[in-house]
């Protein structure tokens, strides 16, 4: 008699208690969504595949928490947390993912197929860190300035003759690869490991294998500093870091609304020391964003950095009182005279 081994099934994958504590830890955030329709859809897409937190960011229908499309998750929609902007939404992740396709679009930080994606993710979030996957509105995806609060931009893989994807359809997708690979341990290519330690400040115990290109199996941005065709020449370096997840004995990331506040400190320097004149303002911010995400400090050099540019900004502003107290007073004699 044949026996017919019939392969496990696929709900049991899902609900596995790791699993389900894991995507406690994964915020999906939805940028300017414009069809309730579609925000319902990405909700019920969730409720398939075990995730709980929605943030939508400056929805443009108001009554989005009604879409009849949430088939089963309207405890879900209801529950979402609604931000002005995408910054808030993301403020306290460790990991911002932004989703999208590479056709007309010039990147500026890393690149991850999503088959990579699940082990990236997974090692943020045993150690202890936040990960956000950002989707952008139906008309254009997300813009370059919503890329620039995102640490790394994951590819769907699509036909180029087709490339978009409808907003729920591509929440899915992104849900469903998590999901089913978050019980599968899978080994992480040794390039994007040894990237990702040395932000932490570990070394890789296996050698990144040699690439010709020099790239690293993975891709990166394409913008360069003094690349007037992809972006401002600001003078800002902003070599690509790849991230991989974090091991138990490094220390966790920076969250992203302290990369911000390192940011503003930053851009606030700048301009006391005549770095950063008015017209390029806009620029350096935007490039600041980008570089702190690609270069990944920690908790505890990004408070090393915060008060190494505090002491910088005190002495200058004070430098800056004293030579306008001296000129002052000069006028005043002059005026004696």
Known sequence: MIRLLLPPHYNRLLQHD??????????????????????????????????SRLTVVGPYAPPWREARSAV?????????????TLAAAV?????????????????????????????LVEGEIEHGGRVALVFGPEKHGLTREDLSWCHLLVE???????????????????LYELASRAVQPERVEPEV???????????????????PSGNAGVKTSAYQ?????????????????????????????AHSDE?????????ETMIAA???????????????????????????????ILGLFRRILWRLNRAARSASLKRDSAGMDSTKG
């Open 18 to 51: 790791a699993q389900l504590d894991h995507c406690d830890r994964i915020d999906v955030v939805l940028v300017s969504p414009r069809n309730p329709l579609n925000i319902g859809a990405a909700a019920r897409a969730m409720a398939n595949f075990g995730f």
């Open 91 to 119: 403020a306290g992740c460790t990991l911002v993912v932004g989703t999208g396709t590479l056709t007309h679009r010039r990147p500026e930080q890393v690149v991850v197929s999503l088959p990579h994606l699940a082990p």
């Open 259 to 267: 990369l911000d506040r390192l940011a503003g400190l930053i851009e």
């Open 274 to 304: 005549g770095y950063s004149p008015s017209a390029m303002q806009a620029a350096n911010r935007h490039d600041l964003r980008l570089m702190l995400r690609r270069l990944a400090p920690t908790n505890p050099d990004t408070r090393r």
């Open 72 to 84: 089963g998750a309207p405890e879900l929609l209801a529950a979402a947390t609604e931000k002005a």
């Open 156 to 174: 769907i893989p699509t036909d180029p003759r087709q490339p978009s994807m409808n907003l729920g359809q591509a929440v899915a997708v992104c």
């Open 225 to 253: 500093p003094g690349d007037d065709s992809a972006g401002p020449n600001v003078g800002i370096e902003t070599p690509a870091c790849q991230p991989v997840p974090c091991s138990e004995s490094s220390v966790c990331a």
């Open 193 to 211: 490991a040894a990237g990702r330690s040395k932000e932490r400040g570990q070394v890789s115990s296996e050698a990144p294998k040699e690439d």
